[in-house]
């Protein structure tokens, strides 16, 4: 069992940055892909970006790559998503997943935290 608790979302001006942190509880968390996915008022669902188990490999969606970093501190049970440059469509709130699957598709994820807004103004 993983619960997850996300921080670190907000209101910031284009171009601006926001890190997000997502805290885990339970002893698997070492062994679990940890994922960010963000949801828009209207729209479904987006996979943001996935980091692996203990090799940390990672994967970004196609419209935060290059300006978005995700890292994981397995001694701290802590996924961070860093965002640099944002833009107004990044506006969405913010989830943290765990699974056991390297995916994009939010199936493969069992574990979801509440969510945290972020919010982009122009």
């Known amino acids: 069992q993983v619960q997850l608790v996300e921080s670190g979302g907000g209101l910031v001006q284009a171009g601006g940055s926001l890190r997000l942190s997502c805290a885990a509880s339970g002893r698997t968390f070492s062994s679990t892909v940890m994922g960010w996915f963000r949801q828009a008022p209207g729209k479904e669902r987006e996979f943001v970006a996935r980091i692996t188990r203990s090799a940390g490999i990672t994967y970004y969606g196609d419209s935060v790559k290059g300006r978005f970093t995700i890292s994981r501190d397995n001694a701290k049970a802590t996924v961070y998503l860093q965002m640099n440059n944002l833009k107004p469509e990044d506006t969405a709130v913010y989830y943290c997943?765990?699974?056991?699957?390297?995916?994009?598709?939010?199936?493969?994820?069992?574990?979801w935290g509440q969510g945290t807004q972020v919010t982009v103004s122009s």
């Open positions: 997943a765990a699974g056991l699957a390297a995916s994009t598709g939010s199936q493969a994820y069992n574990y």
